[in-house]
């Protein structure tokens, strides 16, 4: 029996085991997306409330860079381990089940972080929580896939993106001025409180947009007994669930992977030096990250469409350099105004490569399988935010702050050099929806039968 199933045969079964929402059209539809904006709007501001904290309280536990970069890297490992098995339980059971179960996994890690009494207690509740969060943006992710037009993919993969923007706006700047006003204890439980609320929205208001219907079929149940049986037969099936332009999707993944390093490798020394070095308070450090929030999500939502109608690849291009201006603004200036200029500047580079990028590779995976590979691209951006701590830990006794700014803009630079040069095209095809393709000559060696 031959384990791969071939395009038509994927297509037939996805259709008799699936069902889904149309594309967006319908007030309940757009309803749908906001609410799921929304949602992400206030997880992650009860998040990002914390994220500018925990300096703060690894240094009441009496440690430092290292133990914030150890407990970074903790939960980096976890979502990367995770990830593709959570966005392959969403394909397999329903995104709204990988939603709930990723909330409510955010509330049990606040709560434990309010009650950690020591570092090694709180950088593995971090791990934890990466290990069970990690289902939320493939699951998030892959309902806009279900319920948008591909010409519109990015675009709304923007406007909920820009809704996770919000928690960047609100999240810094309300965390910082509740710990130098009241403590650590009082930050925690608004975070707690604001987690809840998600979950509440999410379970009364996210509906289920992809139903696995139908039973297993007799030749299904044989196919799975057989990859089970035989290894070879296993990953030709496993080959079968990703995109056809493999090597299209590797340089995406490898995209993904850079950009979160970048930005994982300077966050723990980044912390330290604000409050260390240029004296920053928490509510000052908050502000900065705050502007960020802003540009990211003004440019989620009105530039996120850009890539839909002028092509991935250079939309992608010009948002890594701008990206990169938040990296340039810490290696040279020292002044508070301009340091925050280049993160507006870096937030509008993030609202525009990062929409583009998921689109780029949720327009090459096949239909079927969109969240597992969602999945997989949050593994490559969890192996980025692994390495990064792992790195800053050991070069920090060797590096000073600009050291480590400035090997993070080379890092950006090297990967749009690379992405320049990896022959990747976009163009529209006669149907006006957008691709993005690699030379024939690169895929003449990928597997038949799997289009995407």
Known sequence: MNAQLSHAEAQARSSSRRQLIPPVGGPS?????????????LQMTSFVIILPLFARRFSEFGTGVE???????????????AAPFMGALADRFGRRRLVLASLAAYILAFTGYLLASSAPVFILLRALAGAFTAGLVPAV?????????????????GIVNGGASIGWIAGPI???????????????IVSIIMAAVAFVTALLAVPETHKNLGRITGATQRAQTFRLSDLKSSVHMF????????????????????????WAFIEPRFMFYAYDDLGWSSSMLGLVM???????????????????????????????ILFAAQFIGLAFFRNYILIAATFVVAGLGNALFDPALSASI?????????????????TASSLGNILGPALVVLFTPFLEARGIFLIATSIVCGSILFFLFAHIKPHFSGNNRLHVEIDEASTSDAPQGNQS
């Open 362 to 378: 949720l327009d090459i995976a096949p239909a079927e399988h969109q969240s597992r590979i969602l999945g997989i691209k949050s």
């Open 67 to 81: 133990s914030l970069g150890l407990s970074a890297m903790a939960y980096a490992l976890t979502s990367t381990l």
């Open 239 to 262: 080959r079968s669930t990703l995109p056809n332009s493999l090597s299209t999707f590797i340089v995406l993944l490898i995209m993904s992977l850079a950009v979160m390093f970048a």
């Open 29 to 41: 539809n757009r309803r749908v997306l906001i609410v799921l904006s929304v949602c992400m709007a």
């Open 174 to 188: 309300l965390g910082g001025v509740l710990y130098d006003h009241w403590g650590y204890s009082l930050a925690l």
């Open 141 to 157: 992710t892959g309902i806009v896939a279900d319920v948008a037009p591909m010409d519109r993919r990015a675009q709304w993969i």
């Open 290 to 320: 705050s502007t960020y929030g802003i540009a990211m999500t003004l440019g989620e939502f009105f530039l996120s469409h850009l890539s839909d109608r002028l092509g991935r690849k250079p939309v992608i291009v010009y948002g890594l």
